[in-house]
Structures are given as C-alpha cells and as structure tokens.
C-alpha cells in the first residue's frame, strides 16, 4: 500500500472562524465542502504539497529550543503541529496574527536554514509557519 493523499483532519467549534484564518488569512484554497443534517459541515482546503514528518521527544524539544526559546509542544492540547511552508515567513505570520492567531514566537533563522515562526491558530492547533532560506540569505 501507497499513501496516495494526506490528509489533515482538525476538529473546530467555529468553522467560519477557521476558514477566515485558514482560507482568508493563510490563503489556502477551498477544493471541496460538504454538508449534512445536524449541520455537519467539512471544508476541504488545498495545499500543493505535504508531507508527514515524525519525530521523536529530543526532536521536538530541540526545535522548540530554536523556535521559542524554551519547550513548547506540551503546552498545547495536541501532540500534533501543524508546519506549512510559506514564501515569506514574516508576512505570513503578520497575516496570520491579523486573522486570529497567537503570536508564540516571532520568525527565527533556524540552524537548518529556513525561517520558522511559531503560532497559535484556532482552536489551540500548533502551527509552525516556515521559509526555506537560500544560501546567503539571514
């Protein structure tokens, strides 16, 4: 068996305060909706690539070090986080802080080059925003 799509599933309260984070303020395009009785609601948001990163307990708490400063990835009520990559990691995070979400940590040059802000979106979701940073860049 091959993997053929990942996807995502992020439970929310307020679904229109989800899509005005993740589909106006991130930018992530609608691909489907549904809905059924009871008000059963699902919005399929695109990203042209994905990919499921695993790593262990060190792991994260190294990345936490370089992100934040000190751990962080337990704070939150999930033992998942959310990385997408962005052209520009600044601006995305001042986008979404405009759209509802909490400031963690500002945008920080990582020792594997890339730019990472640390976020959190609605519903508590950890989010990572990050920028591939080519040589030469800071």
């Known amino acids: 068996m091959s993997a053929l799509q990942l996807r995502l599933v992020l439970e929310t309260d ?5 899509l005005a984070f993740y589909r106006d303020g991130l930018g992530l395009p609608v691909l489907e909706s549904y809905e059924a009785e009871g008000d059963a609601r699902v919005v399929i948001l695109g990203i042209p ?3 499921l990163e695993l790593a262990n307990r060190a ?3 190294f990345i936490d070090r370089v992100e934040v400063g000190h751990p962080a990835a337990h704070a939150y009520p999930l033992t998942m986080r959310v990385a997408l990559e962005v052209a520009d ?6 986008a979404a802080v405009a759209a509802g979400a909490e400031l963690v940590a500002a945008p920080t040059e990582t020792p594997w080059r890339s730019l990472n802000a640390r976020l959190e979106g609605p519903d508590g979701v950890a989010l990572t925003l990050f920028q591939e940073l080519e040589q030469g860049e800071g």
């Open 59 to 61: 792991q994260i708490d």
């Open 89 to 94: 990691a600044r601006g995305a995070t001042d």
């Open 14 to 18: 307020d679904l229109e305060a989800a």
């Open 49 to 51: 690539s994905a990919t």
